[in-house]
């Protein structure tokens, strides 16, 4: 109340009013209420008790919304116990024993719940012990620390009720039936596969009603689709019980079966069982269908939950869900990872950013008490493990997990938040873990005392059966009846899983049902001129009431002239281009990253800012009226949780060009968690195709160690090519058999095909493009519009100077080179003795053209040129390659020679003089015949 009197004085009572100017005048509590008019009034020592009994009272009630939960009953094995906060004692506050029967009146301020102006007076002791049901009991309500007084409200209304939640008969035989099957399905599997690593979810139960329950609600408050995200504790029970996964397909998969499908051309390595996915159409209890999505995952826990945000995200745009009303993401993890996993922290701040909320995430902790063998006083500094909450102001709801109707409570309740408000909540489901960290773990040698007390634990199940018998809900029959049913269903169903095929066609929903077959088919990527001069018009058609920087008029006519003229095309021009035509062509096209909005280094400008107001102009958006939606978007500074959300969005469509900018190339490791376990190797374990795409900034100028390489020997050691086997299949079924492509490329046009190419394939494959810094803006490095209009994209590009190709057999050398080191020797170059080959493509490898490109010149010494060092770069990737391409042509032990910079720990030299030095040295010896 003092918080709003001093934001707004009339907002309280007039008396308030007079009080609390009285206090900040400097009288003590006591002295400083004055009714207004009336001095002899406010004299009177019963109305300054009354107010001042009323203010303590106040606090009182404030102190159990702060730290009520401090005392609730959390943890159902009992081993942690808070100490009785001092401003929850009675005593603090001046009442007595003899005042627990008076009755008070606290209302007329601005809260609702307990505080509500239109709540009757009530006696001490009652609204004592209706605090500490609602604060106190098994669910812990951590809230105020939200800024909003509505959200705040809001809560107050739901838990501060003047009776406590209940659940009718209905509703608890529902609970009841559906704890059922998620105890028996984790006691079927260790019955069937004893000792099996299954990460069950034996001691979280509760759980799978709970999340059900959320599910329920979510679509009778209008939501058609759930995706969600989790590690392996419980991922089974949940797969089986709530996004309804077949039971003989996992029955068929503990027995050693694959559920990849014999039919998919591309095998890969598949992942254990309680990694893997899967998406399913369900009925609620109220009949509605709902779509719930798991994505698959790794083992590194968290690494997840940024996917799901960037899948959501895209579901929102398909289906036109500006509200974000109908998609939800939902994200379960685990107590030790939430606490200490940076991604949480990154993810969870994505969710307040214009083009990265998703409308607010339900977060639910299956909380063991223990992360592995860590104990939460080593894995975490604060009482709590949701503390990352607090950055997006979620509420928390912490609940003993022994408690399934409270759990299914908070689960239903935070349905309703995040349908209301549109922002994250969390579930801090306070639970215990049955076995080890797996089945086969022995979890006593660390944690001796609590799995005494989980040994003693009486199962959830049991727990609640007995209480709906004493209740009169249900009787024992009638539990066995429902028991029966699921034990049956079970074992007819593991009868069943020995006879279980899986299709490859289970992996695809509809949007990608066309991208499950092998095909050889290669489509254009060029673009007629019409539609060349559509989208180039629009790049620089900007309104009069923009008034742009003078460099970027500059920049805006020169586009123009490229545009009008066909010629001069740089290569933020052509990249424009790339995007402006698959507009045209219906393909939403997102682009994200730090800073892309303007591009690192000055070059895109996709979005226009006015220099004497915040108005802002997207040319790229005023393209065509029926054209489709493009987003350009700064991202925060994060690389992995950016990265990450990107990949979910490119999961959803395939129709999608979606495109991850790094600032500078080298930054990209700070996401080589998603690089390696997603983005890499996602297909070959999960079937799930992607066409993100990822630039990185790379090439050698003298910025010193970390501003020169985007480690391209790391993401080419990630390829899955054989250099001793030459493909027998055409250049696009070698493409669709890789895991990605990795490109260098040294031209706008090519830019521009390869990046059209992504959305012009019958497959989806990554693209990982070392984008380049100077040539951004080097003269030389320019298009035509015939490049655009014509061809497509160069895996190789052969040499261009027709005096040194007509002089072939004279040539002495041959440089192989990658990106814009080939700029630097071709300014180098004196004579027509030595000629230079780009490799555009690095993978997959364009065998066939490199040996072609070696054949034309027969006496020549064939080189690799790089500005990496020797151990870094492609040459140690590349050397085997070119020797299986060449040996036809130049017989076996022929080796490729290595020109650049010799080994080093660090990418690049600190010294500008120094690095200036080592490229002189380097483009000489390279041209010198």
């Known amino acids: 109340m003092y918080e709003a009197w001093k934001e707004d004085p009339s907002s309280v009572h007039t008396s308030w009013n007079a009080y609390f100017k009285g206090v900040e005048a400097g009288l003590q509590p006591g002295q400083a209420f004055t009714f207004p008019g009336a001095s002899a009034i406010a004299n009177s020592p019963d109305v300054t008790s009354t107010v001042s009994e009323s203010i303590r009272l106040l606090l009182l009630v404030r102190a159990y919304q702060v730290r009520g939960h401090l005392l609730s009953n959390l943890d159902p094995l009992g081993l942690v116990k808070h100490p009785v906060p001092p401003e929850l004692q009675l005593s ?4 007595k024993e003899s005042d627990l029967d008076r009755e008070f009146h606290i209302g007329d301020t601005l809260m609702t719940g307990f505080l509500s102006k239109d709540r009757p007076k009530a006696k001490l002791r009652e609204l004592i012990s209706r605090l500490k049901e609602c604060y106190c009991g098994t669910i812990g309500f951590d809230y105020m620390h939200i800024q909003d007084r509505e959200k705040c409200n809001w809560l107050r209304e739901r838990i501060e009720t003047p009776k406590q939640y209940s659940f009718g008969k209905e509703d608890q035989l529902n609970i009841l039936d559906r704890l059922t099957w998620a105890t028996e399905f984790e006691l079927f599997l260790n019955k069937k596969w004893q ?7 034996d001691g979280c139960e509760g759980l799978i009603p709970g999340i059900k329950g959320m599910v329920d609600k979510l679509s009778d408050l209008g939501v058609e689709h759930v995706v969600m995200g989790m590690a392996h504790r419980g991922r089974m029970n949940v797969l089986a019980n709530v ?24 095998t890969g390595s598949g992942d254990v069982k309680y990694h893997l996915g899967t998406s399913y159409n369900r009925k609620t209890r109220s009949g509605k269908s709902i779509h719930l999505s798991l994505l698959a995952n790794p083992s590194h826990l968290e690494a997840v939950n940024p996917v799901v945000e960037g899948k959501v995200r895209a579901k929102q745009q398909l289906f036109n869900d500006d509200k974000k009303e109908k998609c939800v993401s939902v994200i379960l993890h685990g107590d030790a990872s939430v606490a200490a996993q940076g991604i949480v922290y990154e993810s969870v701040g994505l969710s307040g950013l214009k083009n990265y909320s998703t409308g607010g995430t339900i977060h639910v902790v299956i909380n063991n008490q223990i992360g592995f063998t860590t104990d939460p006083k080593d894995g975490r500094g604060g009482i709590y493990c949701t503390d990352v909450a607090k950055i997006s102001e979620a509420p928390i709801f912490h609940v003993n997990g022994d408690d399934p109707e409270a759990v299914t409570f908070v689960m239903e309740l935070a349905a309703e938040w995040r349908q209301t408000f549109h ?11 049955k076995f080890g960290h797996n089945e086969g773990d022995e979890p006593r040698f660390t944690q001796p005392l609590m799995y005494k007390a989980i040994d003693k634990q009486v199962p959830t199940l049991t727990q609640y059966k007995d209480k709906l018998i004493a209740k009169g809900t249900v009787n024992q029959e009638e539990i066995d009846a429902i028991t029966d049913k699921v034990k049956g269903i079970l074992e007819e169903k593991y009868k069943a899983s020995s006879n279980y095929k899986s299709k490859a066609s289970d992996w695809f929903d509809s949007l990608w049902k066309e991208f499950g077959d092998q095909t050889d088919k290669e489509h254009h990527t060029y673009v007629t001129e019409a539609a060349f001069k559509k989208a180039g018009k629009a790049l620089y058609t900007i309104p009069s009431e923009i008034t742009l920087h003078p460099n970027i008029k ?17 290569w933020g021009t052509a990249e424009s281009l790339a995007y402006g035509t698959l507009l045209l062509e219906g393909k939403h096209v997102r682009v ?5 909005e303007r591009g690192t280094f000055s070059h895109r400008h996709a979005i226009l800012h006015d220099q004497n107001s915040d108005k802002v102009f997207c040319p790229l958006n005023n393209v065509d009226a029926e054209q489709a939606e493009f987003v350009v978007s700064n991202s925060s500074l994060s690389e992995f949780g950016v990265l990450g959300f990107e990949l979910g969005y490119s999961l959803e469509n395939p129709s999608n060009l979606v495109v991850w900018e790094a600032q500078f190339g080298d930054f990209a490791n700070g996401a080589q968690v998603m690089i390696d376990q997603f983005v890499s190797a996602g297909e070959s374990k999960w079937r799930r195709q992607s066409g993100i795409v990822m630039l990185l900034p790379h090439g050698y100028d003298g910025s010193g160690p970390e501003h020169s390489s985007a480690r391209l020997e790391r993401f080419l050691q990630m390829s899955d090519s054989d250099p001793d086997v030459i493909p027998t299949h055409n250049n696009e079924m070698v493409a669709q058999l890789s895991n990605w492509t990795i490109a260098n490329v040294s031209t706008p046009a090519n830019f521009f095909h390869v990046l059209r190419r992504q959305v012009h394939r019958d497959f989806r494959k990554p693209l990982v493009v070392m984008s380049p810094k100077n040539l951004l803006k080097l003269a030389s490095c320019q298009s035509t519009i015939a490049e655009f209009t014509s061809g497509g994209f160069k895996r190789v590009i052969g040499e261009t100077n027709q005096d040194v190709v007509a002089n072939a057999k004279k040539v002495k050398k041959v440089l192989f080179v990658s990106g814009k080191i080939y700029y630097d020797l071709v300014k180098a170059r004196t004579t027509n003795d030595v000629a230079v080959v780009r490799v555009e493509q690095l993978y997959p ?6 040996a072609e490109e070696a054949a034309k010149y027969p006496s020549a ?19 085997p390659h070119f020797r299986t391409a060449l040996k036809a042509k130049r017989g076996e032990g022929f080796y490729p020679q290595y020109l650049g910079r010799g080994s080093s720990a660090a990418p690049a030299t600190g010294s500008k003089k120094e690095h200036d030095k080592q490229q002189a040295e380097l483009i000489s010896k390279a041209v010198s015949p």
């Open 243 to 266: 996004v309804r996964k077949p039971l003989d397909a996992i029955f068929h998969e503990f027995s050693g079966g694959s559920s990849q499908g014999s039919d998919y051309f591309y």
């Open 423 to 433: 922002k994250d909540v969390f579930i801090d489901i306070i639970c215990y873990r």
């Open 592 to 596: 994200s990253g730090q800073d892309c």
């Open 92 to 95: 603090a506050y001046g009442f």
């Open 195 to 201: 000792g099996t690593k299954r990460f069950g979810v």
């Open 845 to 850: 490898f364009p065998f066939d053209l490199v």
């Open 554 to 570: 500059t920049i805006i006519k020169k586009r123009e002239q490229s545009i009008e003229k066909g010629e001069g095309i740089d």
């Open 861 to 879: 010494e064939v080189v690799w040129v790089q500005e990496e060092h020797k151990n870094m770069g492609a040459w140690n990737w590349i050397a």
